[in-house]
């Protein structure tokens, strides 16, 4: 087993943490980071038709949640699975880019990581439906009774 060195590191803002190159704290590099995230989500909104679809369905359940009167957990359920999926599409859409900067060219790898990534998508979108019908269907039944 290899030893730890303990390195002493000076954790302020002072001559060390600029030599090193790290990443300065302050409110203006939180504001950035806001702004990329909200430039990706600019990019996945614009740039991908089934983020589309999903935000879409998104709005139908959560429609569907309000005129059945889902409970606290039910809410909870459904907008952790929908969240779930909106995340799994956006590492998608993260994959496929740098895939496509990688290379333009057909590689077998790169097939990999985009069919993966998709199947990434698929298995959320499964698990939230598998969820949604457990809210939901009782709910439907129920009508007809």
Known sequence: MA?????KVEI???????EQGFKKLGIKRIFKSFKYSF????????????LILHIIVMAII????IGF??????????????ALILVAELFNT????????????????AKVAKDTASAAC????MMAFGMWLVVFVPKIISLFR
Do not use: N
């Open 94 to 109: 993260a994959i496929e880019a740098v895939v496509d900067m990688v290379t333009e060219e057909y590689h077998p790898l």
């Open 39 to 50: 430039d990706g989500l600019k990019y996945a909104y614009l740039h991908e038709q089934s």
């Open 3 to 7: 030893s730890k060195k303990k390195v």
């Open 122 to 125: 698929f298995v959320a979108d």
């Open 69 to 82: 009167e889902i409970t606290p957990i039910q809410w909870v359920i459904t907008l952790v699975m929908g």
């Open 62 to 65: 959560i429609a569907c949640g």
């Open 12 to 18: 302020s803002r002072g001559r060390y943490v600029e």
